[in-house]
């Protein structure tokens, strides 16, 4: 390696490949209110958003990134009183759309967690499933998720026996226990296992 060789460091890019425009309390309210059309969002999900846009500013333009972080902070808590951020209905609204593409109740806790959702309010999302689903929201999962896949019950019949394995082997990898797997790819007639 020659080391008479000087190469300048390229200025920060953001994702797209140009240059960061530096952060304004204004640029972030106009980012967080393009973000909010297009994505339905967590508070903390958000929060990290526009972090990326002020770490990627703080490099390219040297702006101060406290003083970015309390205007996030000043413009999220105006979101959530307005009832624009509510983490809450946003709970409750993912952990539906993930039954119905078939997620276990260890993975929708799983993904609510990563965008910045607690405990106590995934479990209140989940309670709330439960009561409009019924108790069995694993079975209920699973079905849908095998349905979508064609796994199990929804096979052609002459297919089943031999795709058992890696039909609970998919099963599995999305979270379900042995026994629902079981059950779910063993069926006969998949309507019948919610009324047992």
């Given at each position: 390696m020659n080391t008479d060789d000087k190469r300048s460091v390229p200025p920060a890019r953001s994702p797209a490949g140009k240059p960061p425009k530096p952060v304004t309390p204004q640029y972030l309210e106009n980012a967080a209110l393009h973000y909010l059309e297009r994505f339905a969002s967590s508070t903390a999900n958000l929060r990290r958003v526009l972090m990326?846009?002020?770490?990627?500013?703080?490099?390219?333009?040297?702006?101060?990134?406290?003083?970015?972080?309390?205007?996030?902070?000043?413009?999220?808590?105006?979101?959530?009183?307005?009832?624009?951020?509510?983490?809450?209905?946003?709970?409750?609204?993912?952990?539906?759309?993930?039954?119905?593409?078939?997620?276990?109740?260890?993975?929708?806790?799983q993904k609510l967690a990563g965008k910045?959702?607690?405990?106590?309010?995934?479990?209140?999302?989940?309670?709330?499933?439960?009561?409009?689903?019924?108790?069995?929201?694993?079975?209920?999962?699973?079905?849908a998720l095998a349905k979508r896949r064609r796994l199990g019950p929804y096979r052609r019949p002459d297919q089943r026996a031999a795709q058992r394995e890696k039909d609970m082997a998919a099963l599995g990898r999305a979270?379900?226990?042995?026994?629902?797997?079981?059950?779910?790819?063993d069926a006969e007639d998949p309507d019948a296992l919610l009324g047992e």
């Open positions: 990326r846009k002020v770490d990627l500013s703080a490099k390219a333009h040297g702006t101060d990134r406290e003083e970015g972080a309390r205007w996030i902070d000043e413009l999220l808590a105006r979101y959530v009183r307005s009832g624009l951020l509510n983490d809450e209905t946003y709970a409750r609204m993912r952990s539906e759309s993930l039954h119905r593409r078939g997620a276990s109740t260890r993975l929708i806790a910045g959702i607690g405990r106590d309010e995934a479990d209140k999302a989940l309670d709330s499933l439960r009561e409009d689903v019924g108790p069995d929201l694993d079975l209920t999962a699973a079905l979270g379900f226990g042995y026994e629902i797997a079981r059950r779910v790819v």
